[in-house]
């Protein structure tokens, strides 16, 4: 038997519009050929092995802004080349997260699989990994066969959900099997991440309806898009995707997984209490240590800046940080020339800096800090790092923008959350390593380019009526759109 043939390809970024940052080619991770196929952990398993990969190219970054035009053009350009040169496939694995901004577009997953669509033709199947914080637009639907994303957020499955995507269409191929039957319910739903978080209810209830419905015969994936709600985008919204081979069936879940994400839209809540700044530290001098507060505007998890000072300027002029009553790690802030400044003074140094306020220049913008280098390393994403002490504060400034989530980025700097008292971290949801130090937790409404309150970042283009934008709005119609093929 003839191994299937199936290409694999994507670019993976998330991107606020509402952020003057620019993400930029150096952002990105870019692999290609064997180091393409070495990023899957289900490469060797006894059904990989029966499939003629080939690897074209895929891109990564950490969330971030609006993606450069150039650098988008030149991975388009070259997907579309290897596809070209690679000869008639049976599939492509799309590898994307589905919320890419790019100067100049609405849609750009849309245009990337209508392009890879004009390359390899209407036949191939092409099976769709995403985030569930991405956007299912018309066009991704349509030139897509199978599409599924993740069920946690925090994403600890989205290795797992990557497998799904290339298992499936691995497994019809190998089998024999048609394009599945697919339909799409969007929901008028457009809500931040850190208030869907399947930790908590009504997200856990609500993606706990996949696996029962994976389990009938006749569906072959169900999957749950909360959609990007930091980008002013017609296609921004939720979605639901069931695919499967009874048509009847794949419609009617479908819409039910969508009725019951209209029927609970007004019940999500944020993942943790939230606060003012001024309120989450008062809160953090006497609750249980160590004690965490999210800088939730500026989260570069979700395309923040990562520069904007607001959180900083609140802890350089708060008391047990001025009187080093407690031990406060503040993590972190994308300053290349300050890192510069720091390395070359070296630890033990005192320097003389101006922090922050650079790109994402909202008040109180750049700060002026005198402060000791405690440390310096080179981090794999943040590029030459210090660790400055100024009273009671530890802070965090990188040369790259980054996001501290595991004990092992905090290790490199030397130093140990567990032990400290007040974290602070430009972060929403805790990721696990956070979420399980954690005795107190606060999330900051801080502004940013991913400011929580969704209403005062004045989105214009997105779909209306839509929730929260339109509280009083009348029910949708949730009918699906089925494509048999």
Known sequence: MTKPRIAVAGIHIESSTFTPYISTADDFIVTRGEELMDRFYWRDEDWATQI????????RALPGGVVERGAYDAWKAEILEGLAAAGPLDGLFFDIHGAMSVQGMDDAEGDLINAIRGVIGPDPMVSASMDLHGNVSQDLFDGCDILTCYRLAPHEDALESRRRAAYNLGMRLLNGQPKPVKALVHVPVLLPGEKTSTRIEPAKSLYKMIDPIEAMDGILDAAIWIGFAWADQPRCKGAVVVTGDDAELVKEQAERIGQYFWDVHDRFEFVAPVASMEECLAAAEEGPKPFFISDSGDNPGAGGADDVTVALAALLAWKPVQEATLDVIYASIIDPAAAAVAWEAGVGAEVDLE?????????????????????????????????????????????????????????????????????????????????ETQKGWLMALTPGGVDQDLIRLGHHKIERPMFPFDPDMADPDLHAQVVVP
Request: aromatic share 8%; proline share 6%.
């Open 355 to 435: 922090v922050g306020g650079h790109i994402d220049t909202r008040e109180p913008g750049p700060l002026n800090v005198h402060a000791t280098v405690e440390a310096l390393a080179d981090d794999p994403m943040g590029g030459h790092t210090a660790l400055l002490r100024t009273g009671g504060l530890r802070f965090i400034i990188t040369t790259n923008r980054n996001q501290y989530t595991m004990y092992s980025q905090f290790e490199l700097l030397g130093v140990d959350i567990t032990t400290a008292d007040v974290v602070v971290v430009k972060i929403g949801y805790l990721e696990p390593d956070l979420y």
């Open 52 to 59: 003629e990969w080939i690897p074209v190219l895929h891109s």
